[in-house]
T-cell receptor, first 116, second 111 residues
Framework: GAGVSQSPRYKVAKRGQDVALRCDPI?????LFWYQQALGQGPEFLTY????????KSGLPSDRFFAERPEGSVSTLKIQRTQQEDSAVYLC??????????????FGQGTRLTVV | DAKTTQPPSMDCAEGRAANLPCNHS???????VYWYRQIHSQGPQYIIH???NNETNEMASLIITEDRKSSTLILPHATLRDTAVYYC????????????FGTGTSLTVIP
């Protein structure tokens, strides 16, 4: 596709429910990032993939958060037993890294998760 | 991680240049300065980046001081569509290469 696509755009979950958020990066992009953005705040890093390898998951707030990118393309962020503090916009970004620093990241429009 | 400091908000008259400052006094020699902006309800959008030389593209200019401890993003002729939150980011050099966003500067372009 032309850009990073995320689905669903909006998700309402009952507290305790599991959710799965999908990210389709730009074709051929090696790097994929997940960010969490609370209302009124800047995006906070969650995790990073280079192809299918999850190289950094230091930003995941708890073991209820899990991300995967099994074939090095589409990625899924899963949140188990959702809690109200998980309510946020979840942003996905991809970039054509190839080892170079001076590349830009392209962001999707995000998934707004509301836990009620 | 190199941190950035930006003013929380700024106003700019439509048609005038918007100058957005950023301090990054702990930046390392091989770290780049990136600018992104986020218009309401959208994902962040890349604007420009640089290492030590001034840069210009179709969207903006980036002026980096000689000691690299601060930079300024310049939107030469601000329009109402430039109203957004602008993030100054120093790219951390590690395997993650993630972007660390701060709280940014909320720019309001006034008609």
């Amino acid at each position: 596709g032309a850009g990073v696509s995320q689905s669903p755009r909006y998700k309402v979950a009952k507290r305790g429910q599991d959710v799965a958020l999908r990210c389709d990066p730009i074709s051929g992009h090696v790097s994929l990032f997940w960010y969490q953005q609370a209302l009124g705040q800047g995006p906070e890093f969650l995790t990073y993939f280079q192809n299918e390898a999850q190289l950094d998951k230091s930003g995941l707030p708890s073991d209820r958060f899990f991300a995967e990118r099994p074939e090095g393309s589409v990625s899924t962020l899963k949140i188990q037993r959702t809690q109200q503090e998980d309510s946020a916009v979840y942003l996905c970004a991809s970039s054509l890294e190839l080892g170079a620093m001076n590349t830009e990241a392209f962001f999707g429009q995000g998934t707004r998760l509301t836990v009620v | 991680d190199a941190k950035t400091t930006q003013p929380p908000s700024m106003d700019c008259a439509e048609g005038r240049a918007a100058n957005l400052p950023c301090n990054h006094s702990t930046i390392s020699g091989n770290e780049y300065v990136y600018w992104y902006r986020q218009i309401h309800s959208q994902g962040p959008q890349y604007i420009i980046h640089g290492l030590k030389n001034n840069e210009t593209n179709e969207m903006a200019s980036l002026i980096i001081t000689e000691d690299r401890k601060s930079s300024t993003l310049i939107l030469p002729h601000a329009t109402l569509r430039d109203t957004a939150v602008y993030y100054c980011i120093v790219r951390v050099l590690n395997t993650g290469n993630q972007f660390y966003f701060g709280t940014g500067t909320s720019l309001t372009v006034i008609p």
